[in-house]
């Protein structure tokens, strides 16, 4: 299956918003409310089960490709949006818990194809390629950090939100060996709460706030 330019796109788009007026001002002016206020992108109206349904037979017509094409087809969905729909409702695709054979062939072929994850996909037909790059990245890497987050790490992770905002991909490359999923993780479990509970703000020495 060959998903061209598109998937590059997807993986590539930024898929959270700031107020920039927030952002703008410095901490020191910014309410609680408002630091952790996000801006979720507003989803157009949802797919119906009948679009589904159409989309499907559409894309095995073409082959998995020509989504522009396909598009015409649909009122209010541009070739991106079909894209991305089809690759979470593919047949043959497997939703919920990973099997450890599953997992053993991801790094198995990553040995293989490196981290091309529409080449692993090809082998791996029961898993699209967002599902096994995701279960590579926060999961199976070697080189993931899995221990606890030190107090340094929190006081990053606050100041980076602060300066970003809800930028988790963004935020992460400040750190080493930590993936996005792990740091939102860490933000609203943990450190969220505890800036309302016990007043974090005052607690968290002043260059980091």
């Known amino acids: 299956m ?7 796109e997807i993986k590539n788009q930024e898929m959270e918003e700031i107020n920039e007026n927030e952002l703008s001002q410095s901490p020191s002016q910014r309410r609680p409310e408002q630091i ?5 992108i507003k989803n157009k109206k949802k797919w ?4 589904d349904i159409l989309l499907i037979k559409l894309a095995e017509q073409h082959r998995e490709k020509h989504w522009k094409d ?7 969905k541009n070739a991106l949006q079909c894209f991305s729909r089809y690759k979470r409702i593919r047949p043959g695709i497997v939703k919920g818990a990973w099997s450890r054979e599953e997992d053993e062939k991801i790094l198995k072929l990553v040995q293989i194809y490196n981290k ?6 090809k082998v791996l ?4 390629g967002k599902q096994i790059r995701d279960r590579y990245i926060n999961v199976l890497d070697p080189e993931i950090k899995k221990g606890k987050f030190t107090e340094e790490e929190d006081n990053t992770l606050i100041s980076l939100y602060m300066h970003y905002g ?3 991909a963004t935020i992460a490359k400040h750190f080493i060996n930590r993936t996005a999923d792990m740091i939102k993780n860490r933000f609203h479990s943990s450190i969220k709460k505890l800036f309302y509970t016990n007043n974090m703000r005052r607690n968290f020495p002043q260059k980091v706030l």
């Open 166 to 168: 809800p930028k988790w």
């Open 70 to 76: 396909i598009s015409k087809h649909f009122v209010n």
């Open 48 to 51: 119906t089960r009948e679009e």
């Open 36 to 40: 952790f206020q996000i801006i979720k």
């Open 125 to 128: 037909v029961t898993r699209n």
């Open 2 to 8: 060959e998903f061209s330019s598109l998937d590059r």
């Open 116 to 121: 091309s994850w529409s080449k692993i996909s």
